[in-house]
């Protein structure tokens, strides 16, 4: 039995559709049938998380309808680094030359505005989540744990499974390759070891 990592749906805003905030992002119609996909893929689950952004909860709910859950509501969404309100009611090619400019600073502490987060404290959000998750591995044994996420939430976790590193920008630069060339699919999902 184990704990499974599982990143959202296809939402709006991996179509290059316009999005109203981070946190509101709907599914798509495919996205909904990848969900309903996912619940007749996954065990049967003991316990749920969730973040609190719309699209894993969409993702999650044909599971927790299934299992008779109600999902504990984790901080494991996704990693803010753009400004909600200067994202709103923009799209992913809008916003291209505004992520290109983040990402070429590596600086882990930049922070661009007081409704963004910094690397570093995505960094400790996923690491946190992790000692989580080291804690919980005895319980789920003989039962599971679904975790319903994001892309960029899970990479980083995925990335530091397979060797934990210290804050650097070294890591935010292999993180940022990691995405732009390994990067979950929607509705993929891997377990936690």
């Known amino acids: 039995m184990s704990i499974y990592l599982i990143r959202h749906a296809q939402s709006l805003g991996n179509v290059n559709g316009r999005v109203e905030s981070h946190a509101s992002i709907p599914l798509t119609e ?32 044909p599971v927790l309808l299934r299992d008779q859950i109600t ?27 505004w992520v290109d400019d983040y990402w070429s600073r590596a600086d882990v502490n930049l922070i661009t505005s007081d409704d963004a987060e910094s690397f570093a404290n995505f960094y400790h959000r996923v690491t946190d989540f992790m000692q989580h998750l ?37 890591l935010m630069r292999e993180f940022r390759y990691d995405l732009l060339n390994n990067q979950l699919g929607n509705a993929e999902f891997f377990i936690y070891k």
């Not at 504990?72 to 030359?97: A, H």
């Open 30 to 61: 495919y996205g909904h049938q990848q969900a309903q996909n996912l619940a007749n893929t996954l065990p049967k689950a003991k316990q749920i998380y969730i973040s609190p952004f719309l699209r894993t909860r969409l993702t999650a709910e």
């Open 71 to 97: 999902p504990e509501v984790l901080n494991i969404q996704e990693f803010s680094y753009l400004s909600d309100r200067r994202c709103r009611n923009t799209t992913l090619e809008e916003r291209k030359p």
């Open 134 to 170: 080291d804690a919980l591995k005895s319980f789920y044994t003989d039962q599971h744990l679904l975790v319903f996420s994001h892309g960029q939430f899970l990479q980083l976790l995925k990335i530091m499974m397979a060797q934990k590193q210290a804050l650097s920008s070294t």
